[in-house]
Nanobody
Framework: QVQLVESGGGLVQAGGSLRLSCAASGRTFSTYHMAWFRQPPGKEREVVTAISKSRGSTDYADAVKGRFTISRDNAKNTVYLQMNNPAPEDTAVYYC??????????????????WGQGTQITVSS
């Protein structure tokens, strides 16, 4: 497993931008597919986006397509989530997660065996 630490959360105005970072410990970061999940207040955790270990594939939940971008820098053991034009409904605790297995099940939280502690994003209208 890898240890994951998110940063960059906080308050952002609707229509602004924010970038989250997730730093991973260990030398095996490049062997993990990575994802961002979020848990809105009073709701279940949901997938936001994922990126394959080689950066060859990225996928997005319909709710964030065209607004959010996932990227990774394997040399820095870091995955990023660029949030452009956020809306109040994007308010949630955001988690990064690492998947050591196959990428094809990127939507399933059960595929991820390492999770960060979460960072709160609040979007004001």
């Amino acid at each position: 497993q890898v240890q994951l630490v998110e940063s960059g959360g906080g308050l952002v105005q609707a229509g602004g931008s924010l970038r989250l970072s997730c730093a991973a410990s260990g030398r095996t970061f490049s062997t993990y597919h990575m994802a961002w999940f979020r848990q809105p207040p009073g709701k279940e955790r949901e997938v936001v986006t994922a990126i394959s270990k080689s950066r060859g594939s990225t996928d997005y939940a319909d709710a964030v397509k065209g607004r959010f971008t996932i990227s990774r820098d394997n040399a820095k053991n870091t995955v990023y989530l660029q949030m452009n034009n956020p809306a109040p409904e994007d308010t949630a605790v955001y988690y990064c997660a690492a998947n050591p297995g196959t990428y094809g099940s990127w939507r399933s939280p059960m595929r991820y065996n390492s999770w960060g502690q979460g960072t709160q994003i609040t979007v004001s209208s």
